[in-house]
Nanobody, 126 residues
Framework: HVQLVESGGGSVQAGGSLRLSCAASGYTYNRNCMAWFRQAPGKEREGVAFLHSGGGTTYYADSVKGRFTISRDNAKNTVYLQMEDLEPEDTAMYYC????????????????????WGQGTQVTVS
């Protein structure tokens, strides 16, 4: 049974920072793909950062490039999203996602690319 549990969300002022964590259990992601998505009220779920754990490849949405960094700790089976210089537009529920199928460069920031999802953690920037 695969479980993804996010933590680290909260309220922060514009220009501040937060680090989100996604702890994976029942899922060996060392050679697979994980990502962070976000969804604001009334908007579609948006992919913001991708990580291929095997090769360390990362990919970011233009809206967060240069401000967000996705990383992993294999020993802890945890993926992180370091968010810097936060803006009110970053306010959303943030979700961790994992893929168990083979790697593809197509659709890495689209929800259908992923097989497992966490429950989300709220980030509010004012």
């Amino acid at each position: 049974h695969v479980q993804l549990v996010e933590s680290g969300g909260g309220s922060v002022q514009a220009g501040g920072s937060l680090r989100l964590s996604c702890a994976a259990s029942g899922y060996t992601y060392n050679r697979n793909c994980m990502a962070w998505f976000r969804q604001a009220p009334g908007k579609e779920r948006e992919g913001v950062a991708f990580l291929h754990s095997g090769g360390g490849t990362t990919y970011y949405a233009d809206s967060v490039k240069g401000r967000f960094t996705i990383s992993r700790d294999n020993a802890k089976n945890t993926v992180y999203l370091q968010m810097e210089d936060l803006e009110p537009e970053d306010t959303a529920m943030y979700y961790c996602a994992a893929r168990s199928r083979s790697y593809s460069t197509t659709g890495r920031l689209l929800p259908g690319y992923y097989d497992y999802w966490g429950q989300g953690t709220q980030v509010t920037v004012s």
